[in-house]
């Protein structure tokens, strides 16, 4: 029969840490740190510490030691006699270089497809040329059925009177909008094309409900529906809408798609410009 034997007297092992928590403090002392870089941003200007923590939701003396650390690493810096805290030169760099990098087309058209396959109809993009001051299809991706919107890449689109056109002008100042419309005109295109009054009335609309709507505006039988695009400077410079026959595109699904391409431009925006 074998004989127990005693333990040793002493300190009892301490329990090894798990794995993972030195790991999870770094990459949360990261999410903090890159947090507080987004709000110094946002704040376009010179922030204090005591600002950052309560936006964070962090004690003084954390911030100040993620901000020092990044101070270290050239993405912030102090300013003036009170110390305020703002963007760092490296930053900059940083952000240059994703700029230099990136491919509208290439980032935008998986986003085309799959909002073709989730609304069953025709999904264009369309970037504003301000030289021209009208609204140009560079991409598009065409539904599967036989009856379906279909417009030639580098088609130009009337800015009172398409989806992606009331889009963009939404996005502008009304004194602009006067100006673009006096230069360009306002063609009846269909019976139902708006007048200058409406127009304004329906802008009102677009800029709450987050998107706009070509009800047979450029072509009878046709709806349209679009959303923009916004760059790093929180300017509209492309939209993206959905197109097809008054028979699918009925008034009940207008509220529908019009979710779907808000939600597809607000993807592309935060992707491409770093705009929520």
Known sequence: ????????????????????????????????????????????????L???????????????????????????RQVGDLGLWTMGAHAFVVGSS????????????PTLRRLMEESGETVNLAVMDKAEDQAVIIDQVQCTA???????????????????????LASMQDDEVTRLLHKKGMHTYTPHTLTPHNLKEGLAVIRKQGFS????????????LAACIFDEHREAFAAI????????????????????????????SLEYGGVR
Not at 24 to 48: C, D, H, M, P, W
Not at 213 to 224: I, K, S, V
């Open 98 to 109: 994703f700029l230099q990098s990136r491919n509208l087309l290439a980032m935008v058209h």
């Open 213 to 224: 709507f070509d009800d047979e505006e450029h072509a009878l039988g046709l709806r349209c």
């Open 146 to 168: 036989l009856m379906r919107m279909s417009a030639p890449i580098g088609g130009k689109l009337p800015m009172h009177a398409s989806g992606a056109g009331k889009a963009f």
């Open 1 to 48: 029969m074998a004989t127990p034997v005693p333990a040793k007297r002493g300190k009892k092992p301490r329990a090894a840490a798990p794995a993972t928590s030195t790991a999870t403090g770094q990459v949360q002392s990261l999410t903090r740190g890159l947090k507080l870089l987004e709000y110094i941003a946002e704040a376009q200007g010179n922030v204090a």
């Open 241 to 268: 809408s959905i197109s097809g026959p008054v028979s699918r595109i009925t008034d009940d699904r207008v509220t529908e798609l019009g979710a779907l391409v808000i939600h597809a431009a607000k993807e592309i």
């Open 50 to 76: 005591t600002d950052l923590a309560q936006q964070a939701g962090l004690p003084n003396s954390t911030t100040h030691r993620l901000l020092t650390t990044m101070q270290q690493q050239g993405f912030v």
